[in-house]
């Protein structure tokens, strides 16, 4: 069997995001960039279900210009057998929408025909947790959302997932091909080592484009403005209850 799993390239999670002085978008020239972190964790989760003897292959994807082809060597270098680099250079006013990433990711599964797809269950640059369900929509596949755990059966062709709710612990059973989307506490990726670093450059990547793909990434959203949240004020002591009550009631005007 097959795993698909799709990575994105985003700003570094340690870095402090800064808005252009253009207020056009985020600043991203001489800023590190790096795998979404969800997408690391679904890609150790891919090779952990492969080393298990559940699938033979691991195929990363991504959609982005050029430079994105360094967080798919991040992908091979962590295991990954081989790549696809749907090449796309972002406009910052049209960006691509979770429809439009969905819509290729179903064009690229379409013609490797996993058994099993992967994705962290957002990005940490828009926060929108949409492309897997909407993915597993236009596939009319199955869906697990927020695994903490996963489970495949081959002789049955299932997936077990236990998945994160607000009541606890929920367990699925999904058919397979399915679509999975992976939560922080699933796992913890694996450090790429410097053997498989130079092994990663000799794995193939293979360059398509949209059109390649026949999908339509034209936008309906338009980004007109980019701010900086309002930089907080600082905290006061009350001394009593009833100067609290009346910071509330004239100053917050939630009372």
């Given at each position: 069997m097959k795993i698909l799993v799709a990575v994105k390239r985003v700003v570094d999670y340690a870095v402090k995001v800064r808005v252009k002085p253009d207020r056009t978008g985020v600043e991203t020239a001489n800023v590190k960039m790096s795998m979404n972190p969800f997408c690391e964790i679904a890609v150790e989760e891919a090779l952990r279900l492969r080393e298990a003897g559940a699938a033979a292959e691991v195929?990363?994807?991504?959609?982005?210009?050029?430079?994105?082809?360094?967080t798919l060597r991040t992908a091979l270098a962590m295991g990954a057998d081989r790549a696809v680099h749907v090449l796309h250079d972002p406009d910052p006013a049209r960006p691509l929408l979770p429809l439009v990433v969905a819509k290729i990711l179903r064009a690229v599964a379409l013609q490797e025909k996993p058994g099993l797809v992967i994705l962290g269950k957002q990005a940490i640059d828009d926060d929108c947790n949409q492309t897997g369900q909407m993915l597993a929509g236009l596939l009319q596949w199955p869906q697990g959302?927020?695994?903490?755990k996963v489970l495949l059966d081959k002789e049955k062709q299932k997936a077990t997932v236990e998945r994160e709710v607000d009541g606890g612990i929920e367990t699925i059973c999904l058919k397979l091909p399915a679509v999975i989307t992976t939560d922080l506490r699933l796992n913890q990726p694996r450090y790429a080592t410097l053997p498989n670093i130079m092994k990663a450059k000799s794995k193939v990547i293979k360059k398509v484009t949209p059109e390649d793909l026949n999908v339509d990434i034209r936008s309906d959203m338009e980004v007109t403005e980019v701010n900086e949240q309002p930089k907080r004020k600082a905290g006061v002591i009350l001394s009593s209850v009833d100067e609290l009550l009346d910071k509330l009631k004239n100053e917050a005007r939630v009372l």
């Amino acid at each position: 069997m097959k795993i698909l799993v799709a990575v994105k390239r985003v700003v570094d999670y340690a870095v402090k995001v800064r808005v252009k002085p253009d207020r056009t978008g985020v600043e991203t020239a001489n800023v590190k960039m790096s795998m979404n972190p969800f997408c690391e964790i679904a890609v150790e989760e891919a090779l952990r279900l492969r080393e298990a003897g559940a699938a033979a292959e691991v195929v990363a994807a991504t959609i982005g210009p050029a430079q994105s082809a360094d967080t798919l060597r991040t992908a091979l270098a962590m295991g990954a057998d081989r790549a696809v680099h749907v090449l796309h250079d972002p406009d910052p006013a049209r960006p691509l929408l979770p429809l439009v990433v969905a819509k290729i990711l179903r064009a690229v599964a379409l013609q490797e025909k996993p058994g099993l797809v992967i994705l962290g269950k957002q990005a940490i640059d828009d926060d929108c947790n949409q492309t897997g369900q909407m993915l597993a929509g236009l596939l009319q596949w199955p869906q697990g959302t927020f695994a903490s755990k996963v489970l495949l059966d081959k002789e049955k062709q299932k997936a077990t997932v236990e998945r994160e709710v607000d009541g606890g612990i929920e367990t699925i059973c999904l058919k397979l091909p399915a679509v999975i989307t992976t939560d922080l506490r699933l796992n913890q990726p694996r450090y790429a080592t410097l053997p498989n670093i130079m092994k990663a450059k000799s794995k193939v990547i293979k360059k398509v484009t949209p059109e390649d793909l026949n999908v339509d990434i034209r936008s309906d959203m338009e980004v007109t403005e980019v701010n900086e949240q309002p930089k907080r004020k600082a905290g006061v002591i009350l001394s009593s209850v009833d100067e609290l009550l009346d910071k509330l009631k004239n100053e917050a005007r939630v009372l």
